[in-house]
T-cell receptor, first 115, second 110 residues
Framework: KNQVEQSPQSLIILEGKNCTLQCNYTVSPFSNLRWYKQDTGRGPVSLTIMTFSENTKSNGRYTATLDADTKQSSLHITASQLSDSASYICVVSETYGGSQGNLIFGKGTKLSVKP | KAGVTQTPRYLIKTRGQQVTLSCSPISGHRSVSWYQQTPGQGLQFLFEYFSETQRNKGNFPGRFSGRQFSNSRSEMNVSTLELGDSALYLC?????????FGPGTRLLVL
């Protein structure tokens, strides 16, 4: 069964610290992996999209890595800010450019950044 | 460009009623997908419309239905509401790969 597992479920860090969120998937076939940030009460916002041939992709202080062999991805947040407090959702796509119904969503990691 | 808009933002209904939610995609986007988000289950795919045709459907009962109009605006309808339908309903539009989500409609069923 195609699944996306994220860890930890929740995380509390101090402002200015770095953190890494994990995503393991068993989706096959695999087209791309996405990370979304969802602020409370808002819709998710795309941070990165990586195909199987990409190992890393950055978006400001966010850096995503992908190991397609082990089917693992991580999202590293550098020098965290209070505004980074949100849920981070890992999403794996089975096909390219196809139906959005082929997206498999993880349940997210809830990050709280404290001053 | 304006983002994805959803109306209403909040809704309270009672069991047995029906509800219609609306989504206006980003101009030029022809694909609109709908999701249900609950704390325990995360985001779950409801259905996707592309050029007025349903392209894919998730594992939800027939009480959940949708449609898309020629201007790409989409509606979803839930009939005979149940307590378990309380959730945040999100729609997303896409020109291809990247999805752009709306702010969601929070539905509370009493």
């Amino acid at each position: 069964k195609n699944q996306v597992e994220q860890s930890p479920q929740s995380l509390i860090i101090l402002e200015g610290k770095n953190c890494t969120l994990q995503c393991n998937y068993t989706v096959s076939p695999f087209s791309n992996l996405r990370w979304y940030k969802q602020d409370t009460g808002r819709g998710p916002v795309s941070l990165t999209i990586m195909t199987f041939s990409e190992n890393t992709k950055s978006n400001g202080r966010y850096t995503a890595t992908l190991d397609a062999d082990t089917k693992q991805s991580s999202l590293h947040i550098t020098a965290s800010q209070l505004s980074d407090s949100a849920s981070y959702i890992c999403v794996v796509s089975e096909t390219y450019g196809g139906s959005q119904g082929n997206l498999i969503f993880g349940k997210g990691t809830k990050l709280s950044v404290k001053p | 460009k304006a983002g994805v808009t959803q109306t209403p933002r909040y809704l309270i209904k009672t069991r047995g009623q029906q509800v219609t939610l609306s989504c206006s995609p980003i101009s030029g986007h022809r694909s609109v997908s709908w999701y249900q988000q609950t704390p325990g289950q995360g985001l779950q795919f409801l259905f996707e419309y592309f050029s007025e045709t349903q392209r894919n459907k998730g594992n939800f009962p027939g009480r959940f239905s949708g449609r898309q109009f020629s201007n790409s605006r989409s509606e979803m309808n839930v009939s005979t509401l149940e307590l378990g339908d309380s959730a945040l309903y999100l729609c997303a539009s896409t020109p291809g790969e990247t999805q752009y989500f709306g702010p969601g409609t929070r539905l509370l069923v009493l």
